[in-house]
Nanobody, 114 residues
Framework: VQLQASGGGWAQAGGSLRLSCTPSARGIGINRMGWYRQAPGNQRDLVAIITPSGSTNYADSVKGRFTISRDYAKKTMYLQMDSLKPEDTAVYYC?????????WGQGTLVTVSS
């Protein structure tokens, strides 16, 4: 499965960005999908996940600011990021978990300036 992520870029603190992720194969709705991020010198951390049933889970640091969703018609998963903070600056990775195997997108850079 290949994952095409897009939507990263630059924003000022308090601004918004939306990330998109489209899997090459059938994946929306039947696999757990999510977003992770990695800041320079840090490990890759979970940001948000969405299960096949539609349940969502967020890292405490983004609760109330980020929203994960999916569009079946467009076969795309999104991460709406509002009230951005400089500490949100990182490379964001789209993830699809199929069984015990993790599939990753290429990463998209998000930079938030104060």
């Amino acid at each position: 499965v290949q994952l095409q992520a897009s939507g990263g870029g630059w924003a000022q603190a308090g601004g918004s960005l939306r990330l998109s992720c489209t899997p090459s194969a059938r994946g929306i709705g039947i696999n757990r999908m999510g977003w992770y991020r990695q800041a320079p010198g840090n490990q890759r951390d979970l940001v948000a996940i969405i299960t096949p049933s539609g349940s969502t889970n967020y890292a405490d640091s983004v609760k109330g600011r980020f929203t994960i969703s999916r569009d079946y018609a467009k076969k795309t998963m999104y991460l709406q990021m509002d009230s951005l903070k400089p500490e949100d600056t990182a490379v964001y990775y789209c993830n699809l978990k199929r069984g015990m195997v993790d599939h990753w997108g290429q990463g998209t850079l998000v930079t938030v300036s104060s």
